[in-house]
């Protein structure tokens, strides 16, 4: 009798745990978005030679700076689609003494979607680009 409630009770607790793995795809996760939203257009205008003011205006506050002063600038764009691989994009921008440009690195995650294929992405945008004022009035 025992060994019937054991058996019983192991099966029941087999097909609970394997349930979870088996309507995952069922369940709903929604689209992360984490770090600075970069667009190519951004991209294409960040050169060498700009200032930080220059900097800030094209790509926004960086998400991290260095620890041993501020002439480096890290912007990480990393994206999950709700069920999808992870993309990750890393813009580092050097300055120099004077805080001038002098150089801009990136850098991707294994596996990473391209720039263009993240923004087209059906994930919702953080930045809302339409106002109130862009509708035309009747």
């Given at each position: 009798m025992l060994?019937?409630?054991f058996t019983s009770f192991t099966i029941v607790a087999s097909v609970?745990?394997?349930g979870?793995?088996?309507?995952?795809?069922?369940?709903y996760r929604p689209d992360i978005n984490?770090?600075?939203?970069?667009?190519?257009?951004?991209?294409?205008?960040?050169?060498?030679?700009?200032?930080?003011?220059?900097v800030v205006f094209i790509m926004g506050s960086p998400m991290l700076t260095s620890v041993f002063g501020d002439r480096?600038?890290?912007?990480?764009?990393?994206q999950q689609p709700q069920h999808g691989a992870v993309s990750q994009r890393t813009y580092v921008v050097y300055f120099d003494e004077m805080g001038i440009v002098k150089?801009?690195?990136?850098?991707?995650?294994a596996g990473s979607k391209s720039l263009e294929e993240?923004?087209?992405?059906?994930?919702?945008?953080?930045?809302?680009?339409?106002?109130?004022?862009?509708t035309p009035e009747s």
């Open positions: 060994f019937r409630k609970l745990l394997t979870c793995s088996v309507v995952d795809r069922w369940v984490q770090g600075n939203y970069v667009t190519p257009d951004a991209i294409d205008l960040l050169q060498v030679g700009q200032n930080k003011e220059q480096v600038w890290y912007y990480v764009f990393r150089d801009i690195k990136t850098s991707e995650l993240m923004n087209k992405q059906g994930i919702s945008d953080p930045i809302d680009t339409k106002s109130d004022d862009d």
